[in-house]
């Protein structure tokens, strides 16, 4: 099992930034990727960026390139979502997961746990 929480949401205003951390315990968190996801109420859980697990190769969907960046500190277990000019249409629920595949996936079927969410609200 891993246990994720994710911290750093909040309110801002477009233009603004925001980082976002997901803190993992239980298994050794360097055996897994990582991503963030995000899901707006009626809507289908979106991809956001995913790491692998060195770190090494990130990818991230066309709507945030440029301006999120993802990294990890495996000696703190953790994963970082840096968010610059952010946009109203950022607005959603923000969640990082855990993948144990080796299989790089954009899908949220592909991640084996994810953490509570934190919200984030972009204001025009």
């Known amino acids: 099992q891993v246990q994720l929480v994710e911290s750093g949401g909040g309110s801002v205003q477009a233009g603004g930034s925001l980082r976002l951390s997901c803190a993992a315990s239980?298994?050794?968190?360097?055996?897994?990727?990582m991503g963030w996801f995000r899901q707006d109420p009626g809507k289908e859980r979106e991809f956001v960026v995913r790491?692998?697990?060195?770190?090494?190769?990130?990818l991230y969907a066309d709507s945030v390139k440029g301006r999120f960046t993802i990294s990890r500190d495996n000696a703190k277990n953790t994963v970082y979502l840096q968010m610059n000019s952010l946009k109203p249409e950022d607005t959603a629920v923000y969640y990082c997961?855990?993948?144990?595949?080796?299989?790089?996936?954009?899908?949220?079927?592909?991640?084996?746990?994810w953490g509570q969410g934190t919200q984030v609200t972009v204001s025009s």
């Open positions: 997961a855990a993948s144990a595949s080796r299989v790089v996936t954009t899908i949220a079927r592909g991640y084996d746990y």
């Open positions: 790491i692998s697990r060195s770190g090494s190769t990130t």
């Open positions: 239980g298994r050794t968190f360097g055996n897994y990727a």
